[in-house]
């Protein structure tokens, strides 16, 4: 396992971790609590997008086997 592999490992799981917490803070919202729950919303979005953006383009670096970030951007 190389540290490209292990990087997208952890890209994946941090994406997945916050839209699932995204997903449960906002459906306990929805369904239990009408308050907003900013202190869990907000950290868990900006983490699923920042989680989301490294995972695609670690993965797009993977796909095209390219040897660093510049070359998977060409």
Do not use: I, K, Y
Not at 46 to 68: F, I, P, R
Request: net charge neutral.
């Amino acid at each position: 396992m190389t540290r490209a592999d292990v990087a997208l490992a952890a890209a994946r799981g941090l994406h997945l971790a916050a839209t699932l917490s995204l997903t449960g803070a906002l459906v306990f919202c929805l369904l239990v609590a009408p308050f907003p729950l900013t202190r869990v919303l907000r950290p868990s979005l900006v983490l699923a997008l920042l989680g989301g953006l490294a995972w695609l383009v670690l993965q797009s670096a993977e796909l095209s086997d390219a040897s660093n970030l510049a070359e998977t951007f060409a």
